[in-house]
């Protein structure tokens, strides 16, 4: 005796010329937001990878600005708490530098975790960026400087998790930050500009 799966499951069901169709009621497959560099698929590995940060954000974030440094020693002089710390031992031992270390991360994770909506992750990124015109000196491609530093920190934390593939839904996913970042710095500079007014002022 046969198993009808058709009939038992209800999966398909059989138009007029003999061709299977999904019923009405089926579940349609998983959509993005078309503003999303991600897909579907990404988007939930993202998200399920970041999981694995969230649970050791401060010493991803304290591994982040040390590799920051390290590449970029300037940037240590616009960070008046812990700007003395030359070192990397001083660095990785600063409370200063943990705390900071750990709104940044907090920053990222408040955006990442809003890649399911991305009305509310403009929203909030675009503030964050504006925000950084009350740092005197600090430019838009500034925000550039911590990229890698942030991969190589996540590669750090996650070791053998941090797969090819991961690190490529990683890149997407950070560029995605940063231009949002860079969009919301750029935004607040017009704010008291003209209506009609076609140029873009973006000096700090």
């Not at 019923?23 to 497959?29: K, Q, T, V």
């Not at 860079?182 to 000096?203: E, H, M, Q, R, W």
């Amino acid at each position: 005796m046969g198993c009808q799966l058709g009939k038992l499951s209800g999966v398909s069901k059989t138009d007029g010329d003999g061709q299977a169709f999904a019923p009405a009621d089926a579940p349609r497959p998983a959509q993005t937001d078309s503003r999303l560099p991600l897909t579907a698929k990404q988007k939930y590995s993202m998200l399920a990878s970041w999981k694995g940060i969230s649970r050791a954000m401060e010493p991803t974030g304290v591994c982040m600005f040390i590799k920051l440094f390290e590449e970029h020693a300037d940037l240590l002089q616009m960070f008046t708490k812990f700007k003395e710390l030359k070192t990397k031992e001083q660095q990785a031992t600063s409370e200063e530098l943990a705390e900071h270390a750990n709104k940044v991360m907090e920053t990222l994770d408040e955006g990442i975790r809003s890649l399911d909506d991305l009305d509310a992750f403009f929203e909030y990124l675009y503030q964050v960026g504006s925000s950084h015109r009350r740092i005197p000196d600090f430019k838009a491609d500034y925000f550039w400087k911590i990229e890698k530093p942030f991969l190589s920190a996540v590669e750090n934390t996650l070791g053998d998790r941090f797969t090819p593939n991961v690190e490529g839904i990683y890149k997407l996913t950070i560029k995605f930050i940063i231009e949002t970042l860079i969009t919301g710095f750029n935004k607040s500079a017009n704010s008291d500009a003209p209506a009609n007014s076609d140029n873009v002022n973006t000096k700090s």
